[in-house]
């Protein structure tokens, strides 16, 4: 059994929690909010078939199911496209869900605790976190840190992996205007805007762009829900979102990244929570292989051309190793 903590209790973050503590491991997670799940900077839109490899979701945390999209072109035209049983998820209710699972496994949870550094040697990471309802910081020693802790993630920082990213400024508003429940993308020279029914009669509408972001949102929302969409609106969520970057090392000895905190989205539409179930599946089985067999999968960047093929062999031992464990766990 390894002692493990996670920082951030999004989807990332839970459920590699979820995993590792049902595998019999010590896991605590932090997360810097006092209520898991809010605030909440997601359109929530998820392939249902994708999430259930992994995970049932209740009826309750499906807001809206969608089966068509609508993408327009900057000079109007349009065409549409059918979709695979895609869903609308309430965000803080997702990440509560996946929080219980992980707790009924054994996962410890502790709110309102801010992560500020790693210290630490080869051997084991100690991680210093800040209490913010006794403004008191204590130091939590364990065999693994795991940062799931968002786009910006500090966990990154400090382990000296950030690298070179690139992010969108999300803004988004739920407005009240009726709708045909189909969702709208309007991809442009600006940036991505869209619209997403959470039922006939409320959207989540918003942009993500790079520049000017606050300019392009008014003007979307103007020409989307007319010039009094201010008076529509009745939530507002906003958020970096990262550009994945296949390059960005998300390993440093005994410190992984998952989900967005590894830029893990899908790049043509920036969507992350399938990306973080998966990454955080991909974390828990790397967590079962010896120590130096997981050092040793990530050690070689990808773009050395020349060491390509040692990667890949590496990655190829690496995954027959997990298959053997499993089968010997099995038998």
Not at 33 to 44: N, V
Not at 45 to 53: L, N, Q
Request: proline residues 4%; contains cysteine.
């Amino acid at each position: 059994m390894s002692k493990v903590t996670i920082i951030g209790a999004g989807p990332a973050g839970n459920y590699t929690a979820y995993l590792l503590a049902k595998s019999g491991n010590d896991v605590s997670v932090y997360e810097e909010h006092s209520t898991i799940g809010e605030p909440w900077a997601c359109t929530g839109v998820i392939t249902e078939d994708v999430m259930a490899r992994n995970v049932k979701l209740p009826e309750d945390v499906i807001v809206n199911r969608i089966r068509k999209a609508r993408i327009t072109a900057p000079d109007g035209n349009s065409v549409e496209v059918s979709l695979k049983n895609n869903i609308v998820v309430d965000r803080a209710k997702l990440d509560q869900h996946l929080a219980e699972m992980a707790k009924k496994e054994g996962a410890k949870y502790y709110v309102s605790h801010r992560f500020m550094a790693i210290e630490g040697n080869a051997d084991r990471v100690t991680a210093r976190i800040r209490n913010k309802n006794i403004n008191k910081e204590t130091s939590e020693e364990s065999d693994w840190l795991i940062g799931c802790d968002g786009p910006r993630s500090e966990t990154a920082k400090q382990a000296g992996i950030f690298g070179d990213r690139k992010f969108y400024v999300g803004l988004q508003a739920t407005a009240k205007i009726e709708n045909d429940n189909i969702i709208d993308f309007y991809p442009s020279e600006k940036g991505i805007a869209w619209k997403v029914p959470e039922n006939s009669k409320t959207v989540r509408a918003g942009i993500a762009a790079e520049q000017n972001a606050r300019s392009y949102f008014n003007e979307f929302m103007t020409t989307t829900l007319g010039k009094d969409y201010e008076q529509k609106i009745i939530g507002h969520q906003a958020g970096p979102i990262p550009l994945y970057n296949p390059k960005l090392k998300t390993q440093k000895g005994i410190v992984l990244l998952v989900g967005d905190a590894a830029t893990m989205v899908k790049a043509p539409t920036l969507g992350g929570i399938n990306q973080s179930i998966i990454a955080a599946t991909a974390a828990a089985e790397a967590k079962t292989l010896e120590r130096e067999a997981w050092q040793g999968l990530m050690a070689i960047p990808y773009d050395e051309k020349n060491n390509e093929q040692i990667h890949r062999q590496r990655l190829q031992q690496t995954r027959q190793h997990i298959r053997q464990r499993k089968k010997q766990e099995n038998t």
